[in-house]
Nanobody, 129 residues
Framework: QAQLVESGGGLVQPGGSLRLSCVVSGFTVDYYAIGWFRQGPGKEREGVSC????????YYADSVKGRFTISRDSAKNTVYLQMNSLKPEDTAIYYCAVDSTRRLNVPVTVLDPHEYEYWGQGTQVTVSS
């Protein structure tokens, strides 16, 4: 069974940066797709980014392309989300999740939350002046 623990959230001014971490146990991040998702106030949960398996190919939602970067540290079994040029509309609880059903593969819809089975507890990101 997987366990995912997010950290790194906080309060930041518009234009600022944060780096989120997702420590994964139970699944190797090199073999299973790990995604970052967020849920803002009154909004549905949406996909932000995903890192593929063996080649580590990154996927991004259009709203964060060019500002967010996903990466992983295989030795630490950890996935990161570097968030730059943050905007107030990035305010949300950010979650990481693992697609546990596809070893060395990714979902066709990589940013669909329904494709991911195990979730962390979330970390709050607030962008405000």
């Amino acid at each position: 069974q997987a366990q995912l623990v997010e950290s790194g959230g906080g309060l930041v001014q518009p234009g600022g940066s944060l780096r989120l971490s997702c420590v994964v146990s139970g699944f190797t991040v090199d073999y299973y797709a790990i995604g970052w998702f967020r849920q803002g106030p009154g909004k549905e949960r949406e996909g932000v980014s995903c890192i593929s398996t063996a080649d580590g190919y990154p996927y991004y939602a259009d709203s964060v392309k060019g500002r967010f970067t996903i990466s992983r540290d295989s030795a630490k079994n950890t996935v990161y989300l570097q968030m730059n040029s943050l905007k107030p509309e990035d305010t949300a609880i950010y979650y990481c999740a693992v697609d546990s059903t596809r070893r060395l593969n990714v979902p066709v819809t990589v940013l669909d939350p329904h494709e991911y089975e195990y979730w962390g507890q979330g970390t709050q990101v607030t962008v405000s002046s």
